[in-house]
């Protein structure tokens, strides 16, 4: 029997399992609506969709590496337990070499693709494993990066993958000083590279808090606004990566370290695990009360 568009919509509202699963399920069922959901639940599939509204703000940030193409990537599940399992870090490398390889714009155009070219379609493939873990795990974010053989990638990842980092230092192929950098991005967190990046608005705005900071604190007219630019370099130093004051070594500039390689960083990438999510918050006595009250 052929497959419509309609048998597979009616699957998905009695399964919640994706659009591409339902449409393999009927399709290996020959049409029959009963059989397909049974081929759902003895894949798991089904079961795996119902943990779809579970927060999963946990996870791993990962970086692949092939040559000339680097790839920083964030995949989500809800308990860090889940991250030490082999099958959790058998997905991040199938990931990652997907990620090298088919070099999608997009995480909606990457759970599209086949998996490696030519394996199963990826959402499907982490849908299956979500049946196998027993987690909700979700791909939310990457960013590729290509270099020149005469650059080098830094890559780092802090307390096995809690934040991840990916520079590529330009004009110089020294890889431990690209990856120093890298320790640096992780461990300060600037938000820009340098001062040109930083937004005319947020400069003004922040030299007009100091500016009033200054008059409240009763500070002649005439000093003010030499006070308001001391104060506001040193707002810049904090925030932006060449000017901060090196980690492994406090006596220089990250600009003067970076200068001595002989290379240039003009971008860095920094992922910390489920930074902008809402974490779930247990509270185990008040789990047992509500069990005992039903």
Known sequence: MAVNAKMVKELREKTGAGMMDCKKALTETDGDMEKAVEWLREK?????????????????????????????????????????????????????????TQKPATVEEALEQKLHGDGEVLSSYITDRVAKIGEKISLRRFVIKEKTDNDAFGAYLHMGGNIGVLTVLEGSTDESAAKDVAMH??????????????????????????????????????????????????????????????????????????????????????????EGMEKREENFADEVMNQVKK
Request: aromatic share 6%.
């Open 44 to 100: 798991g599939i089904s079961k795996a969709a119902k943990k779809a509204d579970r927060i999963a703000a946990e996870g791993s940030a990962a970086i692949e590496v092939s040559g000339n193409t680097a790839v920083l990537f964030e995949v989500n599940c809800e308990t860090d337990f889940v991250t030490k399992n082999d099958q959790f870090k058998e997905l991040l490398k199938d990931l990652g070499q997907h990620l090298l």
């Open 185 to 274: 991005v992780a461990a300060v967190n600037p938000r820009y590279v340098s001062r040109d990046e930083i937004p005319q608005e947020e400069a003004d705005k922040e030299r007009e808090m100091l500016k009033t900071q200054a008059m409240n604190e009763g500070k002649p007219e005439n000093i003010v606004e030499k006070m308001v630019e001391g104060r506001l370099n040193k707002f810049f130093e904090e925030i932006c990566l060449l000017d901060q004051s090196f980690v492994k070594d406090p006596d220089q500039k990250v600009k003067q370290f970076v200068g001595s390689t002989g290379g240039q960083i003009t971008e860095f990438h920094r992922f910390e695990v489920g």
